[in-house]
């Protein structure tokens, strides 16, 4: 299942997200957050220091919209970019992807 | 084809979460990460101007053919910020997925830097709770026989593991 959290800036996102992922690792199943922000909020909220947010490694654009063409599996993008977190929570930073390309 | 972003989100993930950053460019079906989502929460404060975009988010929503769309009310105050929330959410016809109230312990949070504790913000961990509920119950209804055929699916691998134990002694 995929939830998205849209909403302006300052009503709550980053909290209400953050408190909504602890809810379905809390019953066990496995949460993947993708942040899309360029500050690294959604990390600290999960639980990770501002030293390890700021380390969070950035997706690049060519694998939060490309195909990767084979040369990198879904386990290897988690293995590479995913952060864990105290939540339980996987933290992915996709925060580079305003340009929307052709369609 | 779907991207591999989207392929990892599938494959090794049971539910993923996407926090998007204010503005509607993330909207895109070429943006890749809303693309394919189930359920899109707006979540909206007691203002106007926190829901001047409402309107065009909606629309994007349905265009990326996004199944399920709902309002989500937070900092909710008094019964008047609850009603503001309704009236928005029929205003849009969206149905409101819940709302949050406003909990000091939050506002401590962020004030600190530090988060909340188990113990604390719990009409607000109810709140949260009660919205993983009424989007659990909205996407079995998306997916009839969705649930039913999980169980028995982890009911016929269990029967089978004991038949294969059972072979064997």
């Known amino acids: ?103 | 084809m779907r991207s591999l972003l989207g392929a990892a989100i599938e494959e090794e993930a049971d539910v993923t979460l996407v926090d998007m950053e204010a503005g509607l460019e993330h909207l895109s079906r070429s943006g890749g990460t809303l693309a394919y989502a189930d359920v899109l929460l707006m979540i909206m404060e007691p203002s106007r101007k926190s829901i001047l975009t409402a309107g065009r988010t909606i629309a994007l929503a349905h265009e990326l053919g996004i199944p399920l769309v709902y309002g989500v009310g937070n900092k909710a105050r008094m019964p008047e910020d609850g009603a503001f929330f309704e009236s928005v959410a029929a205003e849009y016809n969206v149905p409101l997925a819940g709302i949050i109230p406003h909990d000091a312990d939050v506002i401590q949070a962020d004030r600190s830097g530090e988060n909340m504790t188990a113990e604390q913000g719990l009409p607000v961990r109810q709140a949260i709770d009660a919205i993983v509920a009424f989007v659990d119950k909205a996407i079995a209804g998306e997916n009839p026989g969705q649930a039913e055929r999980e169980a028995l699916l982890k009911e016929r691998e269990r029967v089978d593991k004991r038949l294969a134990e059972l072979s064997v002694e």
């Open chain 1, 1 to 103: 299942m995929k939830i998205g959290i849209v909403g302006k800036g300052g009503v709550g996102k980053t909290t209400t997200s953050a408190l909504l992922c602890q809810v379905y690792a809390r019953r066990g199943q496995r949460v993947l957050a993708v942040d899309t922000d360029s500050n690294p909020n959604l990390a600290l909220s999960l639980g990770l220091s501002p030293d390890e947010a700021d380390r969070v490694p950035v997706l690049p654009r060519s694998l939060v919209v490309g195909t990767g063409n084979g040369a990198i599996t879904p386990a290897d993008l988690l293995r590479d970019y995913g952060v864990p977190t105290p939540s339980e929570v996987t933290l992915l930073n996709a925060m580079a992807i305003t340009q929307a390309g052709a369609g």
